[in-house]
């Protein structure tokens, strides 16, 4: 998990939380909406990376 870990379980509903609106987690954290949006992008980045690199190789 990374620095962003607790911000992404409430915008995304990990681990018991509901999904919140970036504003909802905006004032949770006390940052902007547009850090919120910024972090989430970040999330689903790092999220997408780390499937792909867990999934084997088409090619040997």
């Given at each position: 998990?990374?620095?962003?870990?607790?911000?992404?379980?409430?915008?995304?509903?990990?681990?018991?939380?509901?999904?919140?609106?970036?504003?909802?987690?905006?004032?949770?954290?006390?940052?902007?909406?547009?850090?919120?949006?910024q972090n989430?992008?970040?999330?689903?980045?790092?999220?997408?990376a780390a499937?792909?690199?867990?999934?084997?190789?088409?090619?040997?």
């Amino acid at each position: 998990m990374n620095a962003n870990s607790p911000l992404c379980e409430c915008v995304f509903g990990f681990d018991d939380y509901s999904p919140q609106t970036l504003s909802e987690v905006a004032k949770v954290f006390n940052i902007s909406r547009e850090r919120v949006r910024q972090n989430r992008t970040s999330c689903v980045t790092k999220t997408a990376a780390a499937q792909r690199d867990q999934q084997p190789s088409r090619f040997p």
